[in-house]
């Protein structure tokens, strides 16, 4: 069965500074591989995803992500964060073996220093 | 998103009862979810549709029915609500295969008294 991990369940960043979120996944095949963002009291909105090709992918606000297999990680950077982007962050799988179903991971609460 | 509506957003019930809540999408897509967000739990799968009338369980689906009569309407039912079900359900569409990700409804908060 397929899981994922974000390990951190809180981080608090200064403004300006830069973001790494861990995401770390358990799956045989090729995964699918998502972030997504929850501002409070919203619902999740698409932040990028990796099926193939450049293991470095872009997304919107400025975030990206790097797939290394080796290591089963998925983990979304950002090189200077703004207090906007305080919010929860969540890490999924997916693959066509298990069906068109994600998984998530239990979340990422970042908070923004000013 | 403009394309997925759920209904209603608040609610509270009491134990015991039957709860009904809609997610309703416009953009005709196959697949639709049901999932549950908890604190440290993340969100967790309960039902999903790849079809209508073609539905199947997730991994926290005791207590929860779903029915799909419209490609546009995905239904889950509380037969008979308990306090554990107390949570935000997010209702999600996909057009296709694993790769093209979710679009999220705003979700529905339930408080079961």
């Known amino acids: 069965a397929q899981s994922v991990t974000q390990p951190d369940i809180h981080i608090t960043v200064s403004e300006g500074a830069s973001l790494e979120l861990r995401c770390n996944y358990s799956?045989?095949?090729?995964?699918?591989l998502f972030w997504y963002v929850q501002s409070p009291g919203q619902g999740l909105q698409l932040l990028l995803k990796?099926?193939?090709?450049?293991?470095l992918v872009q997304g919107i606000k400025g975030f990206e992500a790097e797939f290394k297999r080796s290591q089963s990680s998925f983990n979304l950077r950002k090189p200077s964060v703004h207090w906007s982007d305080a919010a929860e962050y969540f890490c999924?799988?997916?693959?066509?073996?298990?069906?068109?179903?994600?998984?998530f991971g239990a979340g990422t609460i970042l908070r923004v220093k000013s | 998103d403009a394309g997925i509506t759920q209904s209603p957003r608040h609610k509270v019930t009491e134990t015991g009862t039957p709860v009904t809540l809609r997610c309703h999408q416009t953009?005709?897509?196959?697949?639709m979810y049901w999932y549950r967000q908890d604190p440290g739990h993340g969100l967790r799968l309960i039902h999903y549709?790849?079809?209508?009338?073609?539905?199947d369980k997730g991994e926290v689906s005791d207590g929860y029915s779903v029915s799909r009569s419209k490609t546009e309407d995905f239904l889950l039912t509380l037969e008979s609500a308990t306090s554990s079900q107390t949570s935000v359900y997010f209702c999600?569409?996909?057009?296709?295969?694993?790769?093209?990700?979710?679009?999220f409804g705003s979700g529905t908060r339930l408080t079961v008294v």
């Open positions: 990796y099926f193939s090709g450049d293991t």
């Open positions: 799956y045989g095949a090729t995964p699918y």
């Open positions: 999924a799988v997916g693959s066509l073996e298990y069906g068109n179903k994600l998984v």
């Open positions: 999600a569409i996909s057009e296709g295969t694993a790769n093209y990700g979710y679009t």
């Open positions: 953009e005709n897509h196959r697949y």
């Open positions: 549709s790849y079809g209508v009338k073609d539905t």
